[in-house]
């Protein structure tokens, strides 16, 4: 790969990017607070339960990161563990087939992401008795794979962080949710050797929920 001369200008980019990764996350600090008052006024009865929820949608890249990997497509799924009502802890994995903007060849790399958060429901803003929709706040912690599908270069992997707004439809049983995430993650040098940054990108989803 290819050294690049970092300039004031995108010295200034990468400075915006992490204040507005920082701004997100105090956002989402106060958004779960808000919730968590809002969820110990809602009504406590309701069964523990597991939550089984396969998912499909983009994965964004922004920022520096935006410079280095294209859009993709993200699969992948999510298991709920429903504490109480107003508190969940959910684990995912999914993974983004993207393509290196830098490397010669367009070369595809595989991007593995896993992490585990909790996550704040608020009461049920709609409830019409065959569906209801609630809100959801979540903040997590994991790690994510780059893995070069052609190329014979060691992954890498990094710690990362996310904040995550979304909604579940639920029918009962089945449910259907839509979230946005957003990542702000280590990043070392996909080939050879360099200084350790910070990254960010954004993770949007659709997933059908398996209540049991």
């Known amino acids: 790969m290819s050294s690049t001369t970092i300039t004031p200008s995108r010295s200034l980019t990468h400075v915006r ?38 998912f499909v949608g983009a994965y964004i890249p922004t920022g520096d990161q935006r410079d280095l990997l294209k859009d993709a497509v993200l699969v992948g799924a999510q298991l709920s563990y429903n504490v109480i009502p107003a508190f969940s802890v959910t684990g995912s994995f999914g993974w983004s087939p993207s393509k290196d903007r830098v490397t010669a060849g367009n070369q595809t790399l595989d991007i593995y992401q896993y992490d585990v958060g909790g996550e704040l429901r608020a009461a049920s803003l709609f409830d019409g008795g065959v569906w209801n929709f609630t809100p959801f706040v979540g903040l997590g912690l994991g790690g994510r794979t780059y893995n070069y599908r052609d190329l014979n270069v060691g992954s890498k992997t990094n710690f990362d962080g996310y904040g995550a707004l979304g909604g579940d439809i639920g029918f009962g049983p089945i449910g259907f949710r839509i979230e946005a995430r957003d990542y702000v993650s280590q990043f070392k040098p996909l080939t050879g050797t360099g200084d350790t940054k910070t990254r960010n990108d954004i993770g949007l989803a659709a997933g059908l929920s398996y209540r049991f």
């Open 17 to 54: 990017h992490s204040v507005r990764a920082a701004r997100l996350t105090s956002f989402a600090a106060i958004t779960l607070s808000g919730l968590l008052a809002v969820g110990g006024t809602a009504s406590a009865q309701g069964t523990t339960r597991f939550e089984l929820r396969p």
